[in-house]
């Protein structure tokens, strides 16, 4: 992918959502439990879903993306929904996390890195997380590259709840799982599929 954003443009041009306009639903049922809204961050967040959601709930939330026709419809999303939130077009790789934090939850929906991006980028969070913070994890596994469901073609872009235990070493993990599941998120999330699912909780002290 020698340049993303042109190519998640393109991806986004369409005006059918790519991945639907619900919310990831473990995402969803995660920030549902938590006890009070507070600030929540969701790096690359495409075309809104997650963002709008949690608007909706009353979170202060800011969305980070390289996609400019991404935006445009969370944006427009957010409109019909009657929502508002803070939607920033940023390199992900030089967004300052830890400038703009803490944060209360990061979420990271299927936001797939290459190995060395996604090393830094999850330290990143680690640190920006307030104490008693969350982050919330969906992303596709190693058993993906099978599947025709969605997500990167590329077995290093995959994650594993063993890679995510290392990278998350420092916090305290409150699910780690690897599972098939049926996926209905839009036609770019159809079918059965691998994931791994990861929640996670930055100590008190």
């Known amino acids: 992918m020698n340049n993303p954003s042109t190519f ?11 991945y639907g306009k619900k919310p990831n ?13 507070g600030r929540l961050l969701l790096l690359a967040e495409g075309e809104g879903r997650n963002a709008v959601y949690a608007a909706g709930k009353g979170w202060q939330v800011t969305a980070v993306d390289f996609s400019e026709k991404g935006r445009e419809k969370a944006l427009a999303l957010a ?8 939607y920033q077009i940023a390199n ?10 803490p944060w209360d939850v990061i979420g990271l929906i299927y936001a797939h890195f290459p190995p060395e991006l996604r090393e830094a980028i999850h330290y990143k969070c680690t640190k920006s997380l307030k104490p008693g913070g ?13 599947r025709l ?5 590329d077995l290093d872009m995959l994650y594993s709840k063993i890679i995510l235990e290392d990278d998350f070493e ?20 159809a079918g059965l599929a691998e994931v791994v699912r990861f929640l996670v909780k930055r100590p008190n002290k």
């Open 92 to 101: 992900i790789r030089e967004y300052d996390l830890l400038g703009n934090g």
């Open 134 to 146: 969350h982050l919330i994890l969906e992303a596709f596994n190693r058993k993906q590259i099978q």
């Open 149 to 153: 469901s969605g997500g990167p073609k």
């Open 8 to 18: 998640w443009d393109k991806r986004y041009a369409d005006t059918v959502y790519t």
């Open 25 to 37: 639903l473990y995402f969803q049922q995660q920030l549902d439990k938590l006890p009070k809204p």
């Open 79 to 86: 409109a019909e929904k009657g929502v508002g939130f803070d």
């Open 170 to 189: 420092s916090l305290e993990i409150l699910e780690a799982t690897e599972s098939t599941t049926f996926l209905t998120e839009g036609e770019g999330h």
